[in-house]
């Protein structure tokens, strides 16, 4: 085990932890924001860089290649939304519908089980050959401005009337449909927007590792929970204003991938990283709980001391 093998993976890990992270922000709206859970991430995640590859292929210009990727998150998300608020189906079961039937529409729309592509060939934005490079291409640095860029247009959508109705519904469904919210709408609304965001996320990934596949977004739910939860845990207490949550997803992300590598440095077998992972994910969940069960500060309450609980449950 050679610390400096670990030391030169790490530009390569905080460039895809920021990649991811952008996925996270997605997961993030409709896991916390919205309350819903939403497992169509895991298709979205390859129909992003499946859009993205076929679109440049075709000699579709970069942005819009991003745009089209974008949108067709966007779709997905759409259909989930409506499987959800039209047709009655809980979202968790509308999401895995939906992830199923983008298993299919992936192979359409690529004609292949994997699509490769090639910065030699094709202009790209993130190409993992320059993530040690000191230059304005290194994707640390594109991904980077692109995880500002994304952080910044949230925090001023939900800023707005329609943004604040979508928070709105995440926290009281009832009581916003009293105050005249559409509720289905926000909820197909954040769907579209959280899709939308994880696909962006698949094209920049598809460029960096030079291919798209169809089982690319396997798993995809689980790191962006991940990347979630130990964003909260660990900067849960100093971050409170909206933009540094985001911030805070990102971070989490990178970490991920961070305890990925030391995994791999460790000589562990990389196929029990699902495992590992679940693992790393039970624990960040547990700790909140375990926290406001188990954590008691000791107060002065009229001349005798009361225990009073300190985190989620408190006594009446």
């Known amino acids: 085990m050679n610390i400096m093998h670990l030391v030169n993976a790490l530009p390569g890990v905080v460039a895809q932890g920021l990649i991811w992270g952008i996925m996270a922000i997605g997961v993030y709206i409709t896991y916390r924001i919205l309350d819903v859970a939403d497992l169509t991430v895991d298709g979205t995640m390859a129909t992003g860089g499946a859009a993205f590859i076929m679109l440049t292929m075709a000699g579709v210009p970069l942005p819009l290649a991003l745009l089209g990727s974008f949108l067709a998150g966007v779709l997905a998300g759409l259909v989930t939304g409506l499987f959800h608020t039209v047709c009655g189906i809980p979202a968790i079961l509308a999401g895995i519908l939906t992830q199923l039937a983008l298993y299919s529409v992936n192979l359409r729309i690529m004609g292949q089980a994997n699509r490769p592509v090639s910065s030699r060939q094709y202009e790209l934005l993130v190409d993992q050959q320059s993530v040690r490079s000191l230059s304005l291409d290194n994707p640390i640095l594109v991904v980077a401005i692109f995880v500002a860029a994304v952080i910044a247009l949230l925090y ?60 690319m977004g396997r798993g995809a739910i689980v790191i962006g929970l991940a990347a979630v939860i130990i964003g909260e845990v660990i900067f849960g ?13 990102a971070i989490g992300a990178i970490l991920y991938y961070l305890v990925y590598q030391v995994v791999i440095w460790l000589g562990l077998n990389t196929d029990d990283m699902k495992l590992i992972t679940a693992l790393i994910v039970a624990a960040f969940l547990a700790i909140p709980y375990w926290k406001g069960k188990y954590a008691r500060v000791k107060v002065p309450a009229g001349g005798a001391k009361a225990e009073v609980k300190t985190g989620g449950e408190q006594d009446a």
């Open 156 to 215: 001023w959508f939900f800023g707005t009337e329609l943004g604040a109705s979508l928070r709105a519904t995440g926290s009281n469904p009832n009581m916003s449909r009293a105050q005249g919210i559409n509720t289905n709408f926000t909820k197909v609304l954040g769907l579209m927007l959280s899709n939308g965001l994880v696909a962006l996320s698949s094209a920049l990934l598809a460029q960096y590792q030079g291919f798209a596949d169809v089982n």
């Open 237 to 249: 207490k100093l971050f409170h204003n909206f933009a540094l949550k985001l911030v805070a997803v």
